[in-house]
């Protein structure tokens, strides 16, 4: 399986719909053969999100005429105040824009601060909340960065809506809601949490309009100076402030450090499309591994959410995370190239360990990580795959005083051992769960999506892939369709809606099926597939979220 690369165009690179809305026929068909009442959207101009005033917020950008990056920028900052949940301010981000010609990735996670050296934490695990959870948030970073490359609007205007809801109160959705109640236990003792995230002393109420002015002021401020507040600012100097008070480490100087990083793309053939994700430290490669193990099965000669196509996939996942689970890291700190675990040869040898009777425990081979994803498309030919996350909900629970500002717990995912690429250090990125997704045929843009949820987004991407390549599902229904979620070892979670034949067989063949009621654990699909001048956008039904257009 060959890496494709695509280079970055000079900023200001003009955009012309000319050259963008080719003539495309969908290879899918119109049926909704799944029990979910959403239907996709299909207009020029397209959002979609996992939280309605947020969807709402970039088709405003898109009316006003903005670009699809404007939409996503606005819809992004939107996300962190109607579903903070999941993201807010101190999260960080991800990106895949097709400008138009071509490819552009964005790598906008954080560094570890300066002071975390393995003898910091004497040789034990992480915590997953806390300051010493805390890398540099990158969200703010990826805002500044896509605007200034991509934006057309001014860049305040992009702040107007996620202000307006933070400053007069925006109703809770339900979702959200009940995943607010859920985490209070986990957070309510966690500096500033509580004060920012549970004034009345408990989560809001869905439906119940709730206010958080704090964090209209910070955004206010992220607005005017372009980000920078954030990092060299007032707002970084609160973080220092806070992290002093707290017996944490991050300092201001760890914030004025970061920088996001423009990349290419990492890609891989499947079934035709080429598949793009964000190369390490994020673990898109998982996606590509499983997809360039499933290519040597011909998958669609079962039927689909039958054992022996689910089987196949879960085989495939558990091999691909393995390979992760033992590589993947700070690119920087990686012990060989992507390429290597992309390599044909080498993933051939992986889809042959495979039995198609029997589960089996999967260890790396030897080649020679709460989240909210969103998606925009605009008529003039533009997409946008865009994903920010604080990892674990709210994160690692610390909220800075007067700020409202909640920071993201991603130094969680680095590892104690010695040895280990993703071992923890300073100034280092961590195994990074976020990823953005996208297709292209022949070159040219085909879709662009992801699947919120930690570990499930590979395991999303692939079984979205597997259902529309494979077995021609559009996009509503491949988000519709049931999933599993590979936990470990021989542990899998299946969704409600495979039917229970498939169940029934996944156990004869050995794979340990636990029982998980919570559809938070798998994922929450959004997407957009290009047709002839327009779009087909499609939103997952599990969560509050809304594909709108115009």
């Given at each position: 399986?060959?890496?494709?690369?695509?280079?970055?165009?000079?900023?200001?690179?003009?955009?012309?719909?000319?050259?963008?809305?080719?003539?495309?026929?969908?290879?899918?068909?119109?049926?909704?053969?799944?029990?979910?009442?959403?239907?996709?959207?299909?207009?020029?101009?397209?959002?979609?999100?996992?939280?309605?005033?947020?969807?709402?917020?970039?088709?405003?950008?898109?009316?006003?005429?903005?670009?699809?990056?404007?939409?996503?920028?606005?819809?992004?900052?939107?996300?962190?105040?109607?579903?903070?949940?999941?993201?807010?301010?101190?999260?960080?981000?991800?990106?895949?824009?097709?400008?138009?010609?071509?490819?552009?990735?964005?790598?906008?996670?954080?560094?570890?601060?300066?002071?975390?050296?393995?003898?910091?934490?004497?040789?034990?695990?992480?915590?997953?909340?806390?300051?010493?959870?805390?890398?540099?948030?990158?969200?703010?970073?990826?805002?500044?960065?896509?605007?200034?490359?991509?934006?057309?609007?001014?860049?305040?205007?992009?702040?107007?809506?996620?202000?307006?809801?933070?400053?007069?109160?925006?109703?809770?959705?339900?979702?959200?809601?009940?995943?607010?109640?859920?985490?209070?236990?986990?957070?309510?003792?966690?500096?500033?949490?509580?004060?920012?995230?549970?004034?009345?002393?408990?989560?809001?109420?869905?439906?119940?309009?709730?206010?958080?002015?704090?964090?209209?002021?910070?955004?206010?401020?992220?607005?005017?100076?372009?980000?920078?507040?954030?990092?060299?600012?007032?707002?970084?100097?609160?973080?220092?402030?806070?992290?002093?008070?707290?017996?944490?480490?991050?300092?201001?100087?760890?914030?004025?450090?970061?920088?996001?990083?423009?990349?290419?793309?990492?890609?891989?053939?499947?079934?035709?499309?080429?598949?793009?994700?964000?190369?390490?430290?994020?673990?898109?490669?998982?996606?590509?591994?499983?997809?360039?193990?499933?290519?040597?099965?011909?998958?669609?000669?079962?039927?689909?959410?039958?054992?022996?196509?689910?089987?196949?996939?879960?085989?495939?996942?558990?091999?691909?995370?393995?390979?992760?689970?033992?590589?993947?890291?700070?690119?920087?700190?990686?012990?060989?190239?992507?390429?290597?675990?992309?390599?044909?040869?080498?993933?051939?040898?992986?889809?042959?360990?495979?039995?198609?009777?029997?589960?089996?425990?999967?260890?790396?081979?030897?080649?020679?990580?709460?989240?909210?994803?969103?998606?925009?498309?605009d008529a003039a030919g533009m997409m946008v795959s865009m994903i920010q996350s604080?990892?674990?909900?709210?994160?690692?629970?610390?909220?800075?005083?007067?700020?409202?500002?909640?920071?993201?717990?991603?130094?969680?995912?680095?590892?104690?051992?010695?040895?280990?690429?993703?071992?923890?250090?300073?100034?280092?990125?961590?195994?990074?769960?976020?990823?953005?997704?996208?297709?292209?045929?022949?070159?040219?843009?085909?879709?662009?999506?992801?699947?919120?949820?930690?570990?499930?987004q590979p395991q999303g991407h692939t079984q979205v892939m597997v259902r529309i390549?494979?077995?021609?599902?559009?996009?509503?229904?491949?988000?519709?369709?049931?999933?599993?979620?590979?936990?470990?070892?021989?542990?899998?979670?299946?969704?409600?809606?495979?039917?229970?034949?498939?169940?029934?067989?996944?156990?004869?063949?050995?794979?340990?099926?636990?029982?998980?009621?919570?559809?938070?654990?798998?994922?929450s699909c959004q997407a957009i597939w290009r047709l002839d001048g327009g779009y087909?956008?499609?939103?997952?039904?599990?969560?509050?979220?809304?594909?709108?257009?115009?």
């Open positions: 399986m060959a890496i494709e690369r695509h280079a970055s165009a000079a900023p200001g690179t003009e955009r012309h719909a000319s050259a963008t809305l080719a003539k495309v026929t969908a290879p899918f068909d119109w049926t909704f053969p799944y029990a979910w009442p959403r239907k996709p959207v299909l207009a020029e101009n397209v959002v979609c999100t996992s939280q309605p005033l947020a969807a709402q917020a970039g088709l405003r950008m898109l009316a006003e005429g903005g670009s699809a990056v404007d939409a996503a920028i606005a819809t992004a900052i939107a996300l962190t105040v109607v579903e903070p949940v999941s993201n807010g301010i101190g999260s960080d981000a991800f990106a895949i824009v097709w400008d138009g010609r071509q490819l552009h990735g964005l790598n906008a996670s954080g560094r570890s601060p300066a002071a975390w050296t393995p003898e910091y934490f004497g040789g034990n695990a992480i915590p997953l909340v806390g300051w010493n959870a805390v890398t540099v948030p990158g969200a703010v970073s990826a805002w500044s960065e896509l605007h200034a490359k991509f934006g057309k609007l001014p860049f305040e205007t992009l702040f107007e809506p996620a202000i307006h809801y933070a400053h007069n109160g925006f109703l809770v959705s339900p979702i959200v809601a009940g995943q607010w109640a859920a985490q209070i236990p986990l957070f309510e003792k966690q500096p500033g949490f509580a004060a920012a995230f549970m004034p009345a002393g408990r989560a809001p109420k869905p439906g119940e309009l709730f206010r958080l002015t704090e964090q209209a002021a910070s955004l206010e401020m992220i607005a005017a100076t372009n980000g920078e507040a954030f990092y060299r600012g007032e707002l970084a100097a609160r973080l220092e402030a806070h992290s002093l008070a707290s017996a944490g480490v991050m300092r201001a100087s760890d914030l004025a450090a970061h920088r996001a990083d423009w990349v290419d793309t990492i890609a891989a053939g499947y079934r035709g499309y080429t598949v793009h994700e964000i190369p390490p430290n994020g673990h898109g490669i998982v996606a590509l591994i499983a997809l360039g193990i499933l290519e040597h099965f011909d998958i669609a000669s079962f039927p689909v959410d039958s054992a022996d196509s689910v089987h196949l996939q879960i085989e495939a996942v558990k091999l691909a995370f393995a390979d992760a689970e033992a590589y993947v890291a700070d690119i920087e700190h990686m012990p060989l190239r992507p390429e290597e675990l992309l390599d044909t040869e080498y993933l051939r040898q992986r889809a042959a360990l495979i039995d198609h009777r029997r589960a089996k425990p999967a260890s790396a081979g030897t080649p020679g990580g709460g989240t909210v994803y969103l998606t925009a498309a604080n990892y674990m909900g709210f994160g690692s629970g610390v909220v800075v005083p007067g700020t409202g500002i909640s920071l993201q717990n991603r130094g969680a995912n680095f590892v104690a051992a010695e040895g280990h690429p993703n071992r923890v250090g300073p100034a280092k990125r961590p195994y990074h769960t976020i990823i953005p997704g996208f297709v292209t045929k022949d070159g040219a843009p085909v879709m662009s999506f992801g699947v919120m949820g930690g570990t499930m390549a494979d077995y021609g599902q559009n996009p509503q229904a491949a988000c519709d369709g049931p999933r599993f979620r590979w936990v470990q070892g021989l542990q899998v979670a299946c969704e409600r809606g495979f039917p229970v034949a498939t169940l029934d067989e996944l156990r004869r063949r050995g794979h340990d099926l636990v029982a998980v009621d919570d559809y938070n654990q798998f994922g087909c956008a499609a939103s997952d039904p599990r969560r509050d979220g809304q594909a709108a257009g115009i």
